[in-house]
């Protein structure tokens, strides 16, 4: 199985100010994937990031609020820009290996 | 769209309790059905997975029967611990798709 490491693992950050998640992979994934999980509730898809290509987000999500770089298979980011105290979640990256989805420990993110 | 539903939480019950958590969803056509666990403070970890109908995904105890004609995956244990305590989510997913997990149902289990 892909094994997945997050950084930073959380942080606290202030109104306005921009965080990058990094998500690296133990091995050559074509599909990798970013959630939000908000305070108690499950986990909805941000957006997916297949290398060489742009990320696809999912309705709700934009570009300009949660831009992805997916520079090479075994490596991606997740920009949160201009947070506001909404944005505070659990941030997790995702990957696919022969079909089954593998999760990263996830960013936990409060904004102030 | 497709959905899974999951029955609400928490669920409490003491150790060595039989353990059910519900799970059903609405999908076109068969999708592979996954239950997951988050431990406090923990991202996902994949407990078992069932990817055709009649399938039995079993792991640590755990099992979930993939059942077409119900449209149901329920989680079983026959004896929890306190150690399973977590957040269990159902979520299914079609081949190289994104997971469609289910609002999740946390376990707390007393000793």
Known sequence: ?112 | GDSVTQMEGPVTLSEEAFLTINCTYTATGYPSLFWYVQYPGEGLQLLLKATKADDKGSNKGFEATYRKETTSFHLEKGSVQVSDSAVYFCALEFAGNMLTFGGGTRLMVKP
Do not use: H
């Open chain 1, 1 to 112: 199985s892909a094994v997945i490491s997050q950084k930073p693992s959380r942080d606290i950050c202030q109104r306005g100010t921009s965080l990058t998640i990094q998500c690296q992979v133990d091995s050559q994934v074509t599909m990798m994937f970013w959630y939000r999980q908000q305070p108690g509730q499950s986990l909805t898809l941000i957006a997916t990031a297949n290398q060489g290509s742009e990320a696809t987000y999912e309705s709700g999500f934009v570009i300009d609020k949660f831009p992805i770089s997916r520079p090479n298979l075994t490596f991606s980011t997740l920009t949160v820009s201009n947070m506001s105290p909404e944005d505070s979640s659990i941030y997790l990256c995702s990957v696919d290996d022969r079909n089954i989805q593998y999760f990263g420990a996830g960013t936990r993110l409060s904004v102030l």
